[in-house]
């Protein structure tokens, strides 16, 4: 168990708690030793602090086999600490509930950003409520753009700063299907950039499979269909887009905080490297449990749909990156989960002028589109 291994306590209780689900779904498993289930959700509470938790599992562990000498002494272990030390173990096991584990707005700020990461990956924190008249829906159809007034794109801001969009229903069954299909047979182990050698390589931050998609690979066009949607929507020009990427995630699956923008100096001053712009991450499939895809500096979290859309601005007006889109994958713990990632790239030389002010944008149509569309949805960050 990497998780239990590498002591992220959290997840292994999850895993092993969806163990004994399915367990009792599907009756006894040959392949699974009950006790060992029990053993490693008893020591996972209690190096979280839930006493009364770990006494109970190594209970059960008992029940499964009594003759288990380290249960046994564990079990006296853990009522004696609840009798001498109740104040620091009976409060957290009765207050703490499964998800936040009593965490509070305040417990929040004093979190580091991977533990603040950790606690969105659990559930949703509460938005503020001065949020409310920011969080609309409406449809888009990007000034009259002919596909959009056939078919308009369902806008919803679910965050407010960092503006976060989801589109919803954008891409349908057929064209989910197609895009699985296609990066079925070349899907390989996700990379990322090593910072001291500058080579991509596999990381252990980034647990997934990634394949990446052109209109080359595709002679019955679904490609060439979502490029010209996304470019109808957002209304950013194509040609110095990224391939589609079509990444799996299987169980335990993750890609930990990162930025989708280059933070070094050659990705703002060299027109060859072109940082990006802006994200879109279509949603290929539910995810049962986990795989939310969240913001920690600012505690945002969206939920997978199959088939709707998050989009989010990675540069600001003044070409700067938006230090407020750290984001991250959290793991998958029950299911799958299949993503695209859109990546749009330009030029700054070619880009500032219009997003610095539409009024004197003399670019071509799809740039002052762009323009429109972050005027439009109220995107002002300088």
């Known amino acids: 168990m990497d998780v239990y291994d590498s002591k992220d306590y959290r997840y292994a209780r999850d895993w092993m708690k969806e163990t004994l689900r399915l367990l009792d779904e599907e009756g006894h498993s040959s392949t ?8 490693h959700l008893s020591f996972a509470e209690y190096k979280l602090g839930n006493l009364k938790r770990a ?43 499964e998800e936040g584990e009593g965490e509070t707005a305040e417990s929040r700020e004093s979190m580091t950003q991977y533990e603040r990461y950790q606690s969105l990956c659990r559930g949703p924190w509460p938005l503020p409520k001065e949020y409310d008249s920011e969080l609309t829906c409406f449809y888009y159809d990007n000034h009259r753009t002919p596909s959009l007034v056939i078919r308009p794109v369902k806008v919803e801001v679910v965050f407010h700063k960092p503006r976060i969009f989801m589109l919803r229903g954008i891409l349908s069954e057929r064209e989910m299907d197609r895009l699985k299909e296609l990066a079925g047979p070349i899907l390989k182990r996700a990379t990322a950039k090593n910072a001291d050698s500058g080579k991509d390589e596999p990381a252990h931050y980034r647990i997934s499979k990634s394949g990446w ?40 699956g993750h890609y930990e905080p990162h930025y989708d923008f280059g933070t070094d100096e050659a990705s703002f001053t060299d027109g060859k490297d072109r940082n990006r712009i802006a994200t879109v991450l279509f949603y290929l499939s539910d995810v049962e449990l986990g795989g939310a895809t969240v913001f920690p500096i600012v505690g945002a979290r969206i939920q997978p749909f199959k088939g709707d859309a998050a989009f989010w601005w990675n540069l600001k007006k003044s070409g700067e990156g938006d230090m407020l889109t750290r984001h991250a994958g959290c793991p998958v713990l029950v299911g799958t989960k299949w993503g695209v990632l859109a990546l749009r790239a330009q030029a700054l030389s070619i880009m500032l002028p219009c997003l610095v002010c539409r009024e004197t944008c003399l670019e071509t149509r799809n740039i002052i589109n762009a323009n429109e569309f972050l005027c439009s949805l109220q995107q002002v960050d300088t």
Not at 59 to 81: G, K, S
Not at 221 to 250: P, W
Request: glycine content about 6%; charged content about 30%.
């Open 213 to 252: 998609l052109s209109s080359k690979h595709d002679p019955l066009g679904y490609v060439d269909r979502i490029d010209r949607r996304i470019e109808d929507f957002t209304g950013l020009t194509m040609s110095t887009a990224e391939q589609l990427q079509v990444v799996n995630y299987g169980i335990g």
């Open 55 to 97: 006494a109970h599992y190594t209970r059960l562990m008992l029940q499964n086999d009594p003759t288990h000498a380290r249960a046994q002494r564990n079990v006296a272990y853990f009522e004696e600490l609840i009798r001498t030390e109740p104040e620091k173990y009976i409060n957290q096991d009765d207050e703490r509930g």
């Open 32 to 39: 699974v030793d009950l006790s060992d289930v029990y053993d």
